[in-house]
């Protein structure tokens, strides 16, 4: 059983809709809570990062983490075809290394025009 | 500037033969680590490096996998006796302490 859970998708919006991810997870250890975005054939890159429960906003993107449910969830506001993408959630906690990411196995984002 | 860089891109193994895969990280990143990516799967840890010490192997999936970075800059992860399990993309990053995690755009990896 993997310690963090995700939907794989696909997951199709039509272009300016709000794009709705989330993932669970089972370690109560776990502090901190990112979430990636990788294109197809290239490395994931980090779109946010939050320590703890609580909301954080970046632009288009919104990141919410509920300890109590060990529920994470990613927001994208007015979807592009460029946020077509494949969606990791990862999440650590203190006592591992700092490297020692936990991810999902991805959720695929399909902007249609 | 430059990003972490890995080579090769692609890489095709017959069953029983040693692999040798090349990360360049982001210079002046201490810290680096590896990753193995199964098709349709998230990445899952393989070993850190902190400079030249290996800090933590514990994702390392046998003792047929083996990382080393022996001056603190590159770094090779070697894979003796490919099975075909061990296909895979192979993703490295890299960070400065406790910052961002930097990642290359990996090695596939196809062991027939």
């Known amino acids: 059983q993997k310690e963090v859970e995700q939907d794989p998708g696909p997951l199709s919006v039509p272009e300016g809709a709000i794009v709705s991810l989330n993932c669970t997870y089972s370690n109560s250890a776990f502090q901190y809570f990112m979430w990636y975005r990788q294109y197809s054939r290239k490395g994931p890159e980090l779109l946010m990062y939050?320590?703890?429960?609580g909301n954080k906003e970046d632009g288009r993107f919104t990141a919410q983490v509920d300890k109590s449910s060990k529920y994470i969830s990613l927001f994208i506001r007015d979807s592009q075809p460029s946020d077509s993408a494949t969606y990791l959630c990862?999440?650590?906690?203190?006592?591992?290394?700092?490297?020692?990411?936990?991810f999902g196995a991805g959720t695929q984002v399909v902007v249609t025009p | 500037g430059a990003g972490v860089s890995q080579s090769p891109r692609y890489k095709v193994a017959k069953r029983g033969q040693d692999v040798a895969l090349r990360c360049d990280p982001i210079s002046g990143h201490v810290s680096l680590f590896w990753y193995q990516q199964a098709l349709g799967q998230g990445p899952e840890f393989l070993t850190y490096f902190q400079n030249e010490a290996q800090l933590d192997k514990s994702g390392l999936p046998s003792d047929r996998f083996f990382a080393e970075r022996p001056e603190g800059s590159v770094s090779t992860l070697k894979i003796q006796r490919t099975q075909q399990e061990d296909s895979a993309v192979y993703l490295c990053?890299?960070?400065?302490?406790?910052?961002?995690?930097?990642f290359g755009p990996g090695t596939r990896l196809t062991v027939l």
């Open positions: 990862a999440s650590r906690a203190p006592t591992d290394s700092w490297g020692k990411l936990q």
């Open positions: 939050t320590y703890s429960s």
């Open positions: 990053a890299s960070s400065s302490p406790a910052d961002t995690q930097y």
